[in-house]
């Protein structure tokens, strides 16, 4: 699928080239086309060969296997070796129990899976691709997240990757009250490749990157060196691991076979088929919600998804001014940028007041910040790490004097509050 994918984007970008050179103000980087859109001939005929090969191309295919019931070490070695992957995914107890649990949840969660991997697995493959990564590395997310862009934990890690604010920012993402790139399909991925092959320098072994995706690169090598040190695999150290990393492994190979090799490794109606999306450059500042109401009327929730690292709607906060749209809807934003421009085109006025109507239903809008309950053993430092802010700032917002705080204190954090997004 790979080479037929690649070629396929080789022959758009080849067809493409001399409108998209030509073309002012609006790049489109590789290229599915709606009656409504009205091209000339030329660009019509593009279109329609563009998308015809898109569509021919599976989103998710799984290796040609029989799902057994019973799951024991020769079935699951038997499977997993069809993968060639290089990362070694061995069977253990545990990875038993995790696909055992996986198995049982409702096929309603894996509609809903599916649907989502028809949309981001091809992104995560050409990214981790390009990485030299291992292409299955991108059921992290799955465990993750469940592949919702929109994920926020209880601890404040969001995305499809679930960044924490203090990796993220680490890492290099934005994260203020325009923009958080930890929701941004291509750039938390990107970030997730990094970390992963940052990780692979220290431990050379993917099991224990894996691991220290969970619960860090130091949590990993205290595990080896309370194990006796040396080389040491993830299952020698297991017992020395976080609780919730002795789980987290198990479940990542778990999820790996059971989403190739069981009942629910395939939903035809979502993987016969590739949306490709499409990353668009702007170099105007446009309202992301009146460009979607243009281009897709009452669908702009499907584009507004596939964009929701914008808090504040003004595309000029875009990373390298870069939108994500389908294949479809791209096409329509280079046909029509001119009447688009006039219809979604921000004022001076919005662009300029931070308290623009429309504006005010951010995801971190509330300026007096979240309110966090003090817990045993929690410091500020802890408190800082955690939601990516100063000591300083949280002692100046709380008018404290020294650092010391009690259980049940209510401290106000950064100002940040998830509340809802931009209309």
Not at 102 to 107: A, I, K, Q, S, V
Not at 170 to 193: F, P, Q, V
Not at 315 to 338: H, K, R
Request: charged share 20%.
């Amino acid at each position: 699928m790979k080479q037929f994918f690649q070629a396929a984007s080789c022959l758009s970008f080849l067809l493409l080239g001399s409108f998209l050179n030509s073309t002012s103000g609006v790049y489109a980087q590789a290229p599915i086309f709606t009656p409504s859109i009205k091209l000339d001939n030329n660009i019509a005929r593009i279109d329609s060969l563009t998308q015809d090969l898109y569509a021919r191309i599976p989103s998710h295919i799984t290796p040609n296997w029989n799902a057994k019931e019973e799951i024991d070490s020769e079935v699951f070695d038997g499977a997993m070796k069809m993968l060639g992957s290089s990362i070694p995914f061995e069977y253990h107890k545990l990875v038993e129990d995790q696909i055992r649990y996986f198995t049982r949840l409702n096929p309603s969660y894996y509609d809903r899976l599916h649907e989502r991997m028809s949309l981001y697995f091809p992104v995560f493959e050409e990214i981790l691709d390009k990485k030299g990564l291992p292409t299955e590395l991108k059921y992290v997310s799955v465990i993750e997240s469940s592949l919702n862009p929109n994920a926020v934990s209880w601890a404040g890690a969001t995305g499809l990757w679930q960044f924490m604010p203090y990796t993220g920012k680490y890492m290099g993402m934005t994260i203020n009250y325009s923009l958080d790139e930890r929701k941004s399909i291509i750039t938390s991925t990107e970030k997730a490749c990094e970390y992963f092959s940052n990780s692979q320098a220290i431990f050379d072994d993917w099991l224990l990157s894996i691991a220290s995706y969970n619960c860090g690169a130091g949590n990993v090598q205290r595990a080896i060196r309370r194990a006796g040190g040396d080389k040491k695999s993830f299952w020698e150290i297991l017992p020395y691991l976080p609780k919730e990393t002795r789980y987290y492994v198990p479940k990542f190979i778990a999820m790996t076979y059971v989403l190739n090799f069981t009942e629910h490794a395939n939903r035809p109606e979502f993987n016969n088929q590739t949306q490709f999306l499409v990353p668009t450059r702007v170099d105007s500042s446009l309202h992301l919600s009146k460009m979607c109401t243009f281009l897709a009327g009452d669908q702009k929730s499907d584009l507004l998804s596939l964009n929701c690292e914008f808090i504040k709607p003004n595309t000029g906060n875009a990373t390298n001014n870069t939108i994500l749209l389908p294949y479809n809807y791209s096409m329509c934003f280079i046909s029509e940028n001119d009447s688009l421009l006039n219809y979604a085109a921000l004022t001076p006025e919005e662009i300029n007041s931070s308290s623009s109507k429309g504006f005010k239903n951010t995801r971190y809008g509330n300026s007096r910040g979240r309110v966090h309950i003090v817990r045993r053993g929690e410091t500020l430092s802890h408190l800082s790490h955690r939601y990516g802010v100063s000591v300083r700032s949280i002692m100046k917002a709380n008018g404290l004097r020294s650092s010391r705080i009690r259980i049940g204190q209510r401290l106000v954090i950064g100002g940040y509050k998830h509340t809802k997004n931009h209309p």
